[in-house]
């Protein structure tokens, strides 16, 4: 990899990072120049990692405006779910076996330990990198592009303020249960399992933005 290449993929994971972490929030405004100060990089690298970051969803040009962060509305959430939903257990079908016991093993420890800790950051943490082990496992290179897609968005879903500490616990036993499934090469239940855990999410997410949730203990 060019210099010029290792800095564009500096400042796209940079950016990347902050944006589905919510550490710079939807239909907040990018400044190049500000990124370029920050980053201690010229403009063309970040232009550069801000066109990739926009073919990925992330951000989006606007007439005039410059470039913001893409709006996360209820109707987008649920639109993702729907595709998560039916994509996760059907394109990972053919694969469960090829995942690594001792990484799964590993996955299943960390969860129990932040758990326990009721780390809830690390919890969430956990949540992204263990379905995207899960896509990247298979070695499929287009399964793993539009999966990880949808778990891009995701993780800026499971780091907004609405999320609550009770969905971060019950999508970790969820996680444990599938790990459990595939350790026990019971690979007849994943693709189920997998469903009921983006399900149980579905309804947590609208039960949320449907409804009044003042009062809700969240984060």
Same mark, same amino acid.
């Given at each position: 990899?060019?210099?010029?290449? #290792? ?5 796209? !994971? ?6 589905? #972490? ?24 970040? =232009?550069? +990692? ?33 595709? =998560? ?55 499929? =290179? ?23 500490? !009770? ?33 149980? +999410? ?18």
């Amino acid at each position: 990899m060019s210099k010029k290449d #290792n800095l564009t993929n500096q400042v796209y !994971q940079d950016l990347k990072y902050k944006i589905i #972490n919510n550490e710079i929030l939807p239909n907040a405004y990018l400044d190049e120049k500000k990124i370029c100060e920050d980053l201690k990089v010229s403009r063309t690298p970040v =232009r550069e +990692a801000l066109v990739k970051l926009e073919w990925e969803g992330l951000v989006m040009s606007l007439p005039q405006r410059g470039i913001i962060v893409s709006d996360l509305s209820l109707q987008t959430i649920i639109e993702l779910i729907q595709i =998560r939903k039916v994509m996760e257990p059907l394109l990972l079908k053919p694969y469960l076996h090829c995942y690594n016991k001792e990484i799964l093993s590993d996955f299943r420890s960390r969860i129990e330990q932040a758990l326990q800790n009721q780390d809830y950051d690390m919890l969430r943490t956990l949540d992204y990198d263990f379905h995207k082990y899960l896509y990247e496992a298979c070695s499929k =290179r287009h399964v793993n592009k539009l999966l990880s897609y949808v778990s891009d968005q995701f993780q800026r879903i499971r780091t907004q303020e609405f999320y609550l500490k !009770q969905r971060s616990i019950s999508g970790a036993n969820g996680h444990i249960e599938i790990i459990d499934a595939l350790l026990n090469e019971e690979f007849d239940r994943v693709p189920d399992l997998l469903y009921e855990h983006v399900r149980e +999410a579905e309804q947590t997410y609208c039960g949320i933005l449907l409804n009044d949730v003042s009062g809700l203990d969240k984060k």
